[in-house]
């Protein structure tokens, strides 16, 4: 605790406000400046930044050179067409009938429009399956843009659709067609999300702060840090060799509007208390920051680090959002300790009206408090409320029994796209495979005999020679499966092996579908690397914020146990309340790295706070008490606060970023109201002095009090 709030309600500091601060020594014109250049920079920033900010990346995952995927892709486009995919119209009737002579007229009048939208015209016959649906292949270029390809799809839609005599109905669906509906769920994302972010962080400000003026302060603060975290990860992405797609984009503005409205929260509350203590609102201030500033260096240290840990993962989508993230936090942490003090202390103590801290007034740790009283109870029975706790952290990770990844493309989309709904009118009259085919190349010598290899695949329904250079070849194989279940995965997965013991063929599998197996083996992979990591430096900055070990490993074994906790209470959620079918594969990596990372920030204010106040003279269990009742408040209002704006995510039609919001809301929620309030409580009282080992800020607290006693 801060040598200011260890005075009697009452007194006033006698301390001169310019002593031994350099800010203090002009404190007005030191704030009018910070916001002045602020001004400026965020100017500068908008005249002279990217048109597009933070996005460098519409949509994709972007794999490593080394996937099968990615090789085939490169291959692909030595081919007379290039790598292109066929965006398939489907022509049906709404009551399922079979199509007539008429119906089946007017579909070959349009297959050769129809055809002159994609890169080879005049190939686009319909094709007839069991009299009941009729198909058009429209062949399109890969490697279009996310805005390129989405026009063509809109305006294959369109012509196929166009004055259609019912019950006849076209849907266009296929790689490209999912592809663009994909991008469309992204379009207009960012605004939508950032104003339903800022909406509900104005809702709570205004409750936790019960004042019609002071939740503008740290909302447009923080807003400013946000549109300034998008300009600087579009500016320096590029130059970084970083792709930012436009989820995590979204997720940006997310992390920082929960971090940076939780970082003013704290410097708000101990501001708060440091006027009932001063009439020098300057000198307040300053010893709010002082008091603030390490718990909030060391908490944003630890995420910008944890996020930073994406860098070694093999999807340039996660190397991203970690990136991204990374500037966002840091950004947040700048405008927290260097902006926002300066715009709370201009205006004066008016700012808190109605509720106008007085000097002699109560300050939050008083004892009649509510987090007080929590207090006391769980030192009362410290070892049945640690069983407890963790009974209920165990029960809800319980939860996560039965847990399946790998969610199908179909199932990734909130609302049921036209691309899905015409991948389940095709295949119902054929194999499910054919709305996405597999490509698959092999040197052209060996073209005969991979192919008749391919057929005998279990789960392969046809396999067709799509052409050839002096090379290589190329074949389009349909499976049975539709793409992204467990079958289809099964059949790739041996249709890989089959082909590979073919002797110099050189025989690889790719296409959409395949990238997307890939995608989540390399999820996979990158979790098995950035777990560990992230675990490491959680550690590593408890290690030397708090200069203990005991206290590190339970801290950390609380988080881990909170998570497991959210990831198994979501599940029954995900399935009972939602119908998810599964979490999608990068769903428990960025769940595990934001709970991970963001919920020891409440342990850091808590356990910090403890430790301050042990080095002031109190005992440790004394000190758990203290803390808990001067940081009760604060923290419970930033992580239901963090906890709203994750849900936020939700607003996306992608189950994806839905999955991710629910969890780490959840998580937050654990961490602020179970494990911080009570868990960790209760094994610091249980612990006592111990809880620091093997640094003894008790004993070296008591030995300056006696050596100055006898100077």
Known sequence: MSPSLTRRPGRTSTTSPTAGDPYLRSPRATAWLVLLLTVIGLGAAFALGPSDATTTRATGTGLPASSQSARVAEIVKTFPSGAAAPAIVVYSNTDNSPLTDAQQSIIRERAAPLGALGLTPGTAGPQLVQGKVATVAVLLPTGASDDENTATIDRIRHDASQDLPAPLQAQVTGGPAFRADVTKVFAGADTNLLIATASVVAVLLLITYRSPILWLVPLMVVGAGDRMAGILVGVLAPHAGIEVDASAAGILSVLVFGAGTDYALLLVSRYRDELHLTENRFAAMARAWRGTAPAVIASGTTVVLSLLTLLAAELTGNRGLGFAGAIGILTAMLFGLVVLPAALVLPGRWLFWPLVPKVGEPVTADRSGVWSRIGRAVAKRPARIALAGTAVLVLLAS????????????????????????????????????????????????????????????????????????????????????????????????????????????????GSTAEDYDTARANTHDTRIVVPLVLAIVLVVLLVLLRAVVAPLLLVATVIASYFAALGASWIIFRTVYDFPALATNVPLLSFLFLVALGVDYNIFLIARTREDTVAGHDTRRAVLRALASTGGVITSAGILLAAVFAVLGVLPLITLTQIGVIVGIGVLLDTLLVRTVLVPALVLLAGRRFWWPSRPETATAGDRSEAQHG
């Open 399 to 510: 939860g996560a029994l039965g847990l399946t990844t790998g969610l199908a493309q179909a199932d990734s989309f909130r609302k049921t796209p036209e691309a899905v709904l015409g991948q389940r009118t095709l295949a119902a009259v054929q194999p499910a495979g054919a709305v996405d085919p597999l490509t698959l190349v092999s040197t052209t010598a060996a073209a005969d005999q991979v192919a008749e290899a391919a057929r005998r695949v279990p789960g392969v329904a046809s396999v067709t020679p799509a052409g050839a250079t002096e090379r290589w070849a190329r074949a389009d194989v349909i499976l049975d499966a539709a793409p992204g279940t467990a079958a289809s995965d099964r059949a790739l997965r041996q249709l890989r092996h089959g082909v590979a013991e073919i002797p110099h063929a050189d025989a690889l599998v790719g």
